[in-house]
């Protein structure tokens, strides 16, 4: 498969679209719900890997182990394993959180913030607690681009464990991954490690074993320990029992320590091949880590050659391709994307272009550690 036929001009093109987009996309979401419809008049989702997502079901309950749900005119209810679930959607779940939730899933996370914190003391418990968990994500998420919501999200995530995770809750096992990368991108080493103890203890089942070994690894990842990072990421990303978006996400981070040893030709076949190529369609499906693979691939690419300036200008466009994909969900990968891009224009002499750039990260990024 090939994944590679684009222009610089074409790439900065879709860009501008899809920020253009995005902002459409937050309008609609602010819209009255009887424009566009009321989260009352459908049933419950759940969304999964591997596999068709099931709507128009009413979901009974959710744990880490396992979620209910029934079918309209069916006495008995089905279950699925919690291992397959990516996310839960309750029909009753209150207008603001469906603001928050699409939202966090535009990369709007001073919204999502705004919108889930009134959310977190409405509905039933079930709500809730999906309130609860979403408000703690977008904090984190909102923290990657200004490390001063950091310590919020530790606060937001901690609480909510504190009420639901005795109630074996769905999104349990998700907080504490969530509140490890929180603490550890706060440099807070022994405390991310901590967060996972419950997960790498099997207390919560041998999917989130796995789980822990992922965060364990990416602690060490963030300390530039790449060997044992990298041992780490490989086990997990080897399991048969990983799954789709663990074994993503190791073999993610198995790039990024063979970018940290300058093994730039093994760094880009990693990507490519479990990543960018694969006809996985669950891999497909995550957005988020084809950026990064884009941005693996463009550091690889002028790392390998960083005075050859068509090797840089191939280093730029897979920097553009990234942030393209960024634009709507993941705005560290976008900052450091544009930031990249900028000191590889900055290398081919291209003034124009870093102040493009530098313009572009004060505007979308202002308070990120890449805007530098």
């Not at 008995?76 to 397959?84: E, G, L, N, Y």
């Amino acid at each position: 498969m090939k994944v590679e036929r684009m222009t610089l001009s074409s790439v900065s093109a879709c860009w501008f679209q899809l920020l253009w987009c995005r902002k459409v996309l937050s309008l609609l979401l602010l819209l009255p719900a009887g424009l566009v419809g009321t989260l009352e008049s459908h049933a419950d989702e759940i969304h999964v890997t591997g596999g068709r997502d099931y709507q128009g079901v009413t979901i009974t309950s959710a744990t880490w182990e396992q979620v209910e749900y029934s079918l309209q005119g069916v006495s008995t209810s089905q279950k699925i394993a919690a291992d397959r679930v990516l996310e839960l959607v309750f029909s009753l779940e209150p207008v603001a959180m469906g603001r928050g939730r699409g939202a966090l899933e535009q990369g709007d996370y001073e919204g999502a913030v705004d919108a889930l914190k009134n959310s977190t003391n409405q509905g039933d418990p079930r709500h809730r607690a999906n309130a609860k968990y979403l408000y703690g994500l977008a904090l984190l998420r909102w923290g990657e681009q200004d490390p001063v919501h950091l310590p919020q999200a530790i606060v937001a995530l901690g609480e909510f464990l504190s009420e639901f995770e005795q109630g074996r809750d769905y999104y349990v096992p998700h907080a504490r991954m969530a509140l490890s990368e929180a603490q550890r991108r706060s440099g807070n080493w022994t405390e991310a490690g901590q967060a996972l103890e419950v997960l790498a203890r099997g207390d919560l089942g041998k999917h989130w074993i796995l789980g822990a070994s992922l965060g364990n690894a990416e602690v060490l990842l963030a300390q530039d320990k790449w060997v044992e990072a990298r041992e780490v990421f490989s086990s997990v990303a080897n399991n048969s029992q990983a799954g789709a978006r663990l074994s993503t996400e190791a073999w993610l981070g198995y790039a990024t320590c063979q970018i940290g040893q300058k093994q730039w030709s093994s760094a880009t076949d990693t990507v490519r091949q479990k990543i960018l190529e694969t006809r996985d369609r669950n891999v497909v499906a995550m957005t988020s880590a084809r950026a990064r693979a884009w941005l693996i691939w463009g550091r690889a690419t002028q790392g390998r050659s960083p005075d050859d300036r068509e090797e840089l200008q191939w280093a730029m466009i897979r920097y553009f391709r990234a942030s393209v994909i960024a634009t709507t969900g993941d705005g560290e990968i976008l900052a450091e994307a544009l930031f990249r891009a900028k000191s590889a224009a900055k290398a081919l002499g291209q003034t124009d272009r870093v102040e493009e750039l530098t313009q572009r990260l004060q505007q979308l990024v202002p308070n990120s550690t890449w805007n530098r």
